[in-house]
């Protein structure tokens, strides 16, 4: 089989490649040409080079498959850890567990969860709270009507279970 690849007709360039194959065996030549008439000469001295390759083909030797590189210890990535909400303060923000933050009043709709978390922002700028531990809010609204004139010198002299239940409070309730 002799494929010829000639340059197109408008091309500059006069570089044109020769393949001939038979079976596995193939050679590509590559070559210039002044004129169409001498393909004719390039074609029979491709088929000479060919012949020879056919009567001597290289052995080409499977290369040995590449050896595994020792595994390096790879840094598991941490589990997924547990999705936070960004608490706005007075000062940046901080985000905390949303299972910290706990609606146990009828409220949970997305409205009473905002309210919910700008509460948790005047606990933890008042102090009272440091986003760490579980609270539970029984309603929303009535303590943020509650919270709502108090400046943070004020939940100074309050406790956070004046607000809110925590863990501490839950155990003890369930102890009695």
Same mark, same amino acid.
């Given at each position: 089989?002799?494929?010829?690849?000639?340059?197109?007709?408008?091309? =500059? *360039?006069?570089? *044109? $490649?020769?393949?001939?194959? #038979?079976?596995? !065996?193939? #050679?590509?030549?590559? /070559?210039?040409?002044?004129?169409? %008439?001498?393909?004719?000469?390039?074609?029979?001295?491709? !088929?000479?080079? /060919? %012949?020879?390759?056919?009567?001597?083909?290289?052995?080409?030797?499977?290369?040995? @498959? @590449?050896?595994?590189?020792? #595994?390096?210890? &790879? =840094?598991?990535?941490?589990? @997924?850890?547990?999705?936070?909400?960004?608490? @706005? !303060?007075?000062?940046?923000?901080?985000? &905390?567990?949303?299972?910290?933050l706990k609606i146990t009043g009828g409220e949970t709709d997305a409205a009473a969860y905002r309210q919910a978390v700008?509460? %948790?922002?005047?606990?933890?700028?008042?102090?009272?709270?440091?986003?760490? *531990?579980?609270? #539970?809010?029984?309603?929303?609204?009535? !303590?943020?009507?509650?919270?709502?004139?108090?400046?943070?010198?004020?939940?100074?002299? /309050?406790?956070? =279970? +004046? /607000?809110?239940? $925590?863990?501490?409070?839950?155990?003890?309730? +369930?102890?009695?």
């Open positions: 089989m002799l494929t010829l690849t000639l340059p197109d007709a408008d091309s =500059e *360039s006069k570089t *044109s $490649t020769l393949l001939v194959q #038979r079976g596995d !065996l193939a #050679r590509v030549h590559k /070559f210039t040409h002044e004129r169409i %008439a001498d393909l004719t000469e390039i074609i029979a001295d491709a !088929l000479i080079a /060919f %012949a020879a390759v056919e009567a001597d083909p290289p052995i080409i030797t499977e290369l040995p @498959p @590449p050896k595994p590189e020792p #595994r390096k210890q &790879v =840094e598991q990535p941490a589990p @997924p850890s547990e999705p936070t909400v960004d608490i @706005p !303060l007075k000062k940046g923000k901080k985000a &905390v567990k949303i299972s910290h700008l509460i %948790a922002g005047k606990l933890i700028d008042g102090k009272l709270w440091d986003g760490d *531990s579980p609270i #539970r809010i029984d309603d929303v609204y009535a !303590l943020a009507k509650k919270m709502k004139h108090l400046t943070e010198r004020d939940l100074s002299l /309050f406790a956070l =279970e +004046d /607000f809110v239940q $925590t863990d501490a409070m839950l155990n003890s309730d +369930d102890n009695n």
